[in-house]
């Protein structure tokens, strides 16, 4: 018996071997569409301004002893994360050494530096920085000089002042009075400038001394 059809309909004839099956089709891309411009970039935050070192009262028998021997000529005794510091008028800085390691075991000099502020009128914090071994202590004297001021040598209460002072003239140009041997110990003698000073470039070379001493004319 033949196959019925579906009343009302026919049988959908096959495709030919030549026809494609339809594919759908894609969405035309928009020609006209227009790149998303980037997002401007975020400014930057405004610089944080300098911390400022937050000490507080050093008190202890040895503060209460230098207060006592040394008067108005001992400033400040404060402490700073454990570090003990005094401030000195410059004349005090020397017999305040002395008071430290004949009479508190503070006999080992550890340092002496100094700290540049161009725009202040005593420009330098000179810096001495003590230790006692029996103790196990560290602690700073600070005092504050004019620029061409001469503070007095520490020679005579530690013979390693020596060393450490000549650096400190190298690098600052703070010259010490009565210092048996008061020259450069780092750069070469006849350098111009003192590098460690904030009014002389990183980059800066003393070209007179490059040219003559390493025959180029320049050592950038």
Do not use: C
Not at 116 to 134: A, G, H, N, Q, T
């Amino acid at each position: 018996m033949a196959d019925e059809q579906e009343p009302g309909g026919s049988e959908a004839p096959p495709p030919g071997k030549g026809e494609a099956a339809e594919q759908p089709k894609k969405p035309a891309a928009d020609a006209a569409a227009k790149p998303v411009p980037p997002k401007p970039a975020a400014a930057p935050p405004p610089p944080k301004p300098p911390a400022t070192m937050a000490a507080t009262p050093w008190v202890s028998d040895l503060a209460r002893e230098l207060k006592e021997r040394f008067g108005d000529r001992l400033g400040e005794a404060s402490t700073y994360l454990g570090q003990n510091f005094v401030v000195v008028k410059p004349e005090a800085a020397i017999p305040v050494l002395e008071y430290l390691k004949l009479d508190a075991d503070f006999d080992y000099l550890v340092d002496i530096t100094a700290v540049d502020w161009p725009k202040r009128s005593e420009r330098f914090d000179l810096v001495y920085i003590v230790y006692s071994f029996s103790r196990n202590e560290r602690m700073r004297i600070k005092t504050f000089i004019a620029d061409g001021f001469q503070p007095a040598t520490a020679v005579g209460v530690h013979l390693t002042a020596n060393w450490l002072e000549r650096e400190v003239f190298d690098m600052f140009g703070i010259e010490f009075a009565g210092h048996p041997d008061m020259r450069r110990i780092l750069m070469p003698e006849e350098w111009q400038g003192y590098p460690l000073r904030k009014d002389y470039s990183i980059i800066q070379q003393d070209q007179a001394w490059v040219r003559e001493n390493l025959n180029i004319e320049s050592g950038q």
